[in-house]
T-cell receptor, first 112, second 113 residues
Framework: SQQGEEDPQALSIQEGENATMNCSYK?????LQWYRQNSGRGLVHLILIRSNEREKHSGRLRVTLDTSKKSSSLLITASRAADTASYFC????????????FGTGTRLQVTL | AAGVIQSPRHLIKEKRETATLKCYPIPRHDTVYWYQQGPGQDPQFLIS???????DKGSIPDRFSAQQFSDYHSELNMSSLELGDSALYFC????????????FGQGTRLTVV
């Protein structure tokens, strides 16, 4: 079953711009993870944010988590053509903590 | 750093045949997850194991079975294959369940013809 909805479903920006992707989920969670996937390739782990954290940074990535709104955002600053990929959020809910449930993903296109 | 290894990377099978997908987790990881991803879809959870015991089960057909072995590698066995089983199959591993990051392998692309 699908836990999260991602917004927007597709995003097209120019190199150097910032990209913001949002994820909403339905249940109480322990943590939320963001992944990147190039077409037909594997899922690359980007960042994990725990339910008691509000913001986390990793390089050009900034993730926020609002558990009261059951939502998270991923900001990629100074985007590059190589950032072109699909981005997924995945949550593990407090009920099971034994599986990740993925959102529908945002397809990001970064053009030169 | 060592990653999750899946084999084979590509597999072509005929309808009604059997397939076995293998997953070797990152060293010291004790938890394995299997996912199925159809074209243009998000990954769907199949099954997970923690310390060689099944920990959760998703939308896994009865034709599929899986196990985690004493060395923590896992195998997904798929029988009576159907055209609709064609998909990318991912394995992920983590240490002590989802209290830590889950890392994915490159996937096995299964094509059923």
């Amino acid at each position: 079953s699908q836990q999260g909805e991602e917004d927007p479903q597709a995003l097209s920006i120019q190199e150097g711009e910032n990209a913001t992707m949002n994820c909403s989920y339905k249940t109480s969670i322990n943590n939320l993870q963001w992944y990147r996937q190039n077409s037909g390739r594997g899922l690359v782990h980007l960042i994990l944010i725990r339910s008691n954290e509000r913001e986390k940074h990793s390089g050009r990535l900034r993730v926020t988590l609002d558990t009261s709104k059951k939502s998270s955002s991923l900001l990629i600053t100074a985007s590059r053509a190589a950032d072109t990929a699909s981005y997924f959020c995945a949550t593990d809910d407090t009920g099971t903590a034994s599986k990740l449930t993925f959102g529908t993903g945002t397809r990001l296109q970064v053009t030169l | 750093a060592a990653g999750v290894i899946q084999s084979p990377r590509h597999l072509i099978k005929e309808k009604r045949e059997t397939a076995t997908l293998k997953c070797y987790p990152i060293p010291r990881h004790d938890t394995v997850y299997w996912y199925q991803q159809g074209p243009g879809q998000d990954p769907q959870f199949l099954i997970s194991f923690y310390e060689k015991m099944q920990s959760d089960k998703g939308s896994i057909p009865d034709r599929f079975s899986a196990q985690q072995f004493s060395d923590y590698h896992s195998e997904l066995n798929m029988s009576s294959l159907e055209l609709g089983d064609s998909a990318l199959y991912f394995c992920a591993s983590s240490f002590r369940g989802l209290s830590t990051e889950a890392f994915f392998g490159q996937g096995t692309r299964l094509t059923v013809v």
